[in-house]
Each structure stands twice: as structure tokens, then as C-alpha cells.
């Protein structure tokens, strides 16, 4: 047999065995009618796990029995004999019972039954037919039986999609080694959707779906990507209010008491670290309430195995609140587990794991600024974009976002190319993108300029982007150009960034502005050489992280609401993932200056994350 067929049968026993687990685990004790010392001692070797006697003696009390009484034993032997993975000998039980002899309740559990018989046996429309049922009259301890029962019935009719719905749901209210099963068939199911079909579908659900984070993640393994919900919030955490004693308070603010920062601080990403938390300690010190929590550091180590470590320490050492960890690997091990503490993670995992609840995930995504950068682009009629990019694999994710946010609103992308890492020379790069937006209506030998209707989008560090800008004009190509954040340095340099002369980009408000609540920039970078250059924007991300304790709670259950932040306007959405509306700079005399109306609060400002 083929490695790939072995695979697929175990695969297939492993969620046979997820399914009897599961209705192992929505037992809720014993279900006899008659409470007599043969029943007692029955239930007893099911609960103690002997369960080949357990299910003869229930046969022997059907045997002994007569009317609802001898159906309630039936019943009882064949749920006993299904959690034991013996579906033949469940089918041989519940064929003998008379429906009209049992209650509601057990006229359901006899239907889920026949149901998983029914999917064993290959009839997929009696399965159909049996769960076809008021979904409000099902009692608690069964919901999850049932549900994984209609999953496995719409796979089984060819109905992947609908399956892979039903398994969302389910993922939030499973555990372990079941939830890990669950969300492997998510991920098979979807698998078998072509591109096409995943994002017609995405595009018909509510932006809440359970399924959507899936449907990404899955698009993400192809090299593809859906287009971004831009959050648009109206209203400003912390309106100064009333209480009951007429004091005044700050709406939505509730500080934790204790908080764990769980970064890695040694290793390769240290530095990060290092800005991230001298951030978060600059915001703290500024903090002058008398609600400020308790700090502690915890070394996060270089592996998720490592950073499992120090939250299980933080959680035993008295913490009421988590921040971190940083690495990707870590933050999607870590939302895998069951979070006694809450934790605000600074990234987000590329296993699509969305954060358990009361959690949320923060970071600084590149595809984030290349969705924002299509919503400028079109916000300023810009149609028709050129699209160029570094190289690297946050470049790669920038690129996609742009091209799924314009070409989702009605824009197009007309030449694409990326720059070789060592090259210096463009032409033949610039040339593949971005000639169909050249203007030569003026004759050969003319200066040309881009229509009105045309831009172009770069994703790169500055040192490609100041080779880049001068050989653009060198083209004739004169299109105005967006970037990400990647593009600018961070600090003062004119002579250099002279060639970036009118090249817009987003980036952390605070790089730019005073923000309220949050120190001076230029009195903290003389102080802090983590504040300075491209940790600047680290530096704000932590203040940022510091800010959000208090607000968390309140943002998640407030879509409508925002922080002004130092790294950009931040807002949650249902999912748990905080996203940030950017800042618009632009380069002038190689300066960076905010772009007139950056700076305006929500919801004039385009764009997020």
C-alpha cells in the first residue's frame, strides 16, 4: 500500500477515535431509569472503564426487562459498546429497541447512534435525515457529539465546505489531542477547494465567521491571501465618566493586577526584545495611576517548548496577565493550549490558530501595511498599480496583500517584478512592472508621466528604494510611489534619503508626532538607543502593548471602539487579533514629514491592518 494511502487510513482511524472520545466525553453520568443494584453496578464498570462488561450486563437487563425499562438498557449497551469502537455490536443492540418505548432525550442519543452507524456504513442521506433535527432542543452534554456527527455527514455527501464550517465551531470548545484532530480535518477539507471556490466562499461570510481565519490560513499554504476587513472604528476607549458615587472614570479600563513579559532575552532576536521592553518600561514609568501593575520578566527562551516553560512558570508565580512571547512558532504552541491566564501574544502564528478567548495577538505584519498601502492607493483614485518588491519573504507577504486588497476594490495590477539582492542596475525589473503605466503620448524622446490613474507599490529596505526612486525618473516613469514601512530608516539622514524625495509610506505615529500619554520621542532616543532607527518602531509597538493591558477587555467586546496608539489607531475584531491604522508620511528634501490629514483621527483615515 502506498505511504499516502497508510497515511490517509490512519487518518481516518484517528477521527474515528476523536468521535467516540468525543461522546466519551459528553457523558454526563449515569442515565438509568431504574435505580436498582444491577443498574448501579453497570454504570459503575462503564465508569471505571471496563466496558465489555458493563455493556453485558446492560444486555442482560434488557433481557430481564420489559417496555421502556428493557429500551433504556438497549440504549445504554449501545452507547457503551459505541465508546468501546464496537459499531456493529451498537447497531445489533439499538435495532431491537421500540422508539415510541423511549423518552425525548433518549429518542436523540438513539438517533445519534444510528446516525455514526448509518456514516460506517456508507449511507451519508440516513445519517442526513437522522440529525435532522431543532438544533434548540438539543441538551447540552450532546451538542459536540452532534455537531462533529453533521461534519462528518456533509463530508461524506461531497459538502467539504459546510464540513469545515461545522468543525470551526467546534474548535473553540474542544481540547488537546481532539481539537488537534479537528483542526486537521479543517485544514484536509479545505485543502480540497480549489482558490477560486475558498474565496467566493470567504467573500459570502460575515466577517466574524469562525471559518474565515481557516480559510486564510489555507489560502496562506497556496501563496494566496484574502483581502483585509479594514476595521473602521468610531469611538475612543477611556471617555472620562461617572460612576454610582459620581466619581469619574475611565470607560473600559480595568488594569490587571500582575503581568508576565515573556520575551526571549538572549539569542538572535534579543535585540527585538530589548526594544519591545525598554517600550513597555518607558510607557509603565509614564504611567502615573495609582491602578499600575505588578511587572515581572520571564526568559521565553529560544523555542516554543521554552516559552510553554516560562508561562507555565509566570501563571504558578501569581500573574493575572501574559505579554508575549515574540516568535511565531511560540505564540501558535502557546494558543494551542488551555490558557489559564490571558495572554496579549506580539505576533501572530502562522499555523492560523486564532487566540483562545479573553486572548488576543498583536503585532507588526508586513501584509498588514500592504493591504493599508492598496486602501491609500484607491482612496487617491489610483486604479492601476505597478508592483515591485524586494526578495525576502516579508516583501513576498506585502505584495500579496496589495494585490488581494486593490484587486478586490476594483483595481488592477499591471506589471509585477522583484529586485536581486546584489544587483544594482533596475532597468529590465522596472521596465517588467511598470512600463503599461508609462505615458509616451508626448513622442518618442519626451519626457514621460504616469496617468493620473496609476502608482506604484514597493515593498524594500531603503537602501534598494534609494536605488530604485532615481532609476524610476531615469525611466521617464514618473507614477507616484507607496511603500511600506520597510522603506524608511528611521532616523535622520537627508543626504541619503533625498533620493526617496516624494515616496509616501505608513509607519508608527510616533515616529512622526507626540502622542498623547506616551513620552517624547526625541527626549527618549537621546536616553535609549533602542529607540533610535528601525527600533523606534519597536519601541512604540511596546508602548503600545503596555497600553492595551487596561483596554483589552473592553476593545474585544467593542469592535466600534479604538486607542490611539504610538505605533498607529488600534481596534480588535472578533477573532482576537488587534489591528493597527498606520500613519501616511511622505519624504520631502529627505526629511520624513506626516502627510496633510495623517494624522486625523478615525474614521477619515484610510487603511489597516
Known amino acids: 500500500m502506498p505511504f499516502s494511502a497508510r497515511l ?54 434488557a433481557e430481564d426487562s420489559s417496555g421502556g425499562a428493557s429500551a433504556h438498557y438497549r440504549l445504554r449497551a449501545a452507547e ?29 442519543r438513539l438517533d445519534l447512534i444510528d446516525a455514526e452507524v448509518s456514516l460506517e456504513r456508507g449511507d451519508a442521506e440516513r445519517a442526513s435525515l437522522l440529525l435532522a433535527t431543532n438544533e434548540d432542543s438539543i441538551p447540552d452534554r450532546l451538542r459536540l457529539r452532534y455537531s462533529e456527527l453533521r461534519a ?34 479543517i485544514i484536509e477539507l479545505l485543502g480540497a477547494l480549489d482558490d477560486a471556490t475558498l474565496k467566493g466562499r470567504a467573500y459570502s461570510l460575515r466577517p466574524d465567521d469562525a471559518l474565515l481565519p481557516w480559510i486564510e490560513q489555507s489560502l496562506k499554504l497556496r501563496g494566496q491571501t484574502l483581502p483585509r476587513d479594514v476595521p473602521r472604528p468610531q469611538r475612543p476607549v477611556g471617555t472620562l465618566i461617572p460612576n454610582a458615587d459620581n466619581d469619574l472614570r475611565r470607560e473600559g479600563f480595568h488594569a490587571p493586577r500582575q503581568v508576565a513579559l515573556i520575551l526571549p532575552l538572549n539569542g538572535p532576536v534579543a535585540g527585538v526584545s530589548q526594544s519591545i521592553l525598554d517600550g513597555f518600561f518607558a510607557a509603565y514609568f509614564s504611567d502615573d495611576s495609582r491602578e499600575r501593575p505588578q511587572l515581572r520578566t520571564y526568559d521565553a527562551g529560544k523555542s516554543p517548548e521554552d516559552a510553554l516553560a516560562a508561562y507555565a512558570q509566570a501563571v504558578g508565580d501569581g500573574a493575572d496577565f501574559g505579554v508575549g512571547p515574540i516568535l511565531r512558532e511560540a505564540v501558535g504552541a502557546l494558543f494551542r493550549q488551555a490558557l489559564p491566564v490571558r495572554v496579549l501574544a506580539l505576533n501572530h502564528p502562522d499555523t492560523g490558530e486564532v487566540p483562545p478567548h479573553g486572548s488576543a495577538e498583536f503585532g507588526l505584519l508586513p501584509d498588514a501595511e500592504g493591504a493599508q498601502a492598496a486602501e491609500r492607493m484607491l482612496g487617491l483614485g489610483i486604479t492601476r498599480a505597478a ?31 522583484r529586485l536581486p539582492e546584489s544587483a544594482f ?44 526612486v532615481p532609476q524610476l525618473k531615469l525611466a521617464g516613469i514618473n507614477a507616484p510611489v507607496f511603500a511600506t514601512s520597510h522603506v524608511n530608516a528611521g532616523e535622520l539622514n537627508a543626504a541619503l534619503d533625498r533620493d526617496l524625495n516624494g515616496v509616501e509610506f505608513c509607519d508608527a505615529t510616533w515616529l512622526f508626532s507626540p502622542v498623547p500619554a506616551r513620552p517624547d520621542r526625541n527626549a527618549i532616543a537621546r536616553k535609549l538607543a533602542s529607540a533610535n532607527g528601525v527600533g523606534g518602531r519597536l519601541f512604540a509597538f511596546g508602548m503600545d502593548a503596555y497600553a492595551l493591558l487596561p483596554y483589552m477587555d473592553w476593545l474585544l467586546a467593542h469592535p466600534e471602539t479604538y486607542l490611539d496608539g504610538a505605533s498607529g489607531q488600534l481596534a480588535a475584531d472578533s477573532f482576537g487579533r488587534i489591528h493597527r491604522v498606520l500613519t501616511w508620511a511622505r519624504f520631502v528634501d529627505g526629511v520624513t514629514q506626516p502627510v496633510q490629514g495623517a494624522l486625523d483621527p478615525l474614521p477619515i483615515q484610510q487603511g489597516g491592518d
Open 387 to 417: 508592483l515591485i518588491g524586494a526578495q525576502t519573504d516579508w516583501a513576498e507577504r506585502a505584495g500579496r496583500a496589495f494585490r488581494a486588497q486593490f484587486e478586490s476594490r476594483g483595481g488592477s495590477i499591471v506589471g509585477e517584478s
Open 152 to 185: 462528518r455527514t456533509a463530508s461524506a455527501r461531497g459538502d467539504r465546505f459546510a464540513a469545515a464550517r461545522i468543525r470551526a465551531t467546534l474548535d473553540a470548545e474542544l481540547d488537546g489531542h481532539d481539537r488537534d484532530i479537528n483542526r486537521e480535518q
Open 425 to 468: 542596475n533596475y532597468k529590465s525589473e522596472i521596465l517588467q512592472a511598470a512600463s503599461a503605466i508609462a505615458d509616451t503620448s508626448s513622442g518618442e524622446g519626451s519626457a514621460r508621466s504616469a496617468p493620473a490613474d496609476a502608482g506604484i507599490f514597493i515593498s524594500m529596505r531603503p537602501q534598494q528604494a534609494r536605488l530604485l
Open 8 to 61: 490517509s487510513n490512519c487518518l481516518k482511524l484517528l477521527i474515528v477515535l476523536t468521535a467516540l472520545s468525543l461522546g466519551a466525553c459528553m457523558s454526563s453520568g449515569p442515565m438509568t431509569r431504574a435505580d436498582t443494584p444491577q443498574a448501579r453496578q453497570a454504570e459503575q464498570l462503564a465508569s471505571e472503564g471496563d466496558l465489555d462488561a458493563a455493556a453485558r450486563q446492560f444486555l442482560a437487563l
Open 80 to 108: 457503551v459498546l459505541r465508546e468501546n469502537g464496537d459499531l456493529d455490536g451498537a447497531a445489533r443492540a439499538i435495532k431491537e429497541i421500540r422508539r415510541n418505548r423511549l423518552s425525548a432525550d433518549e429518542s436523540f
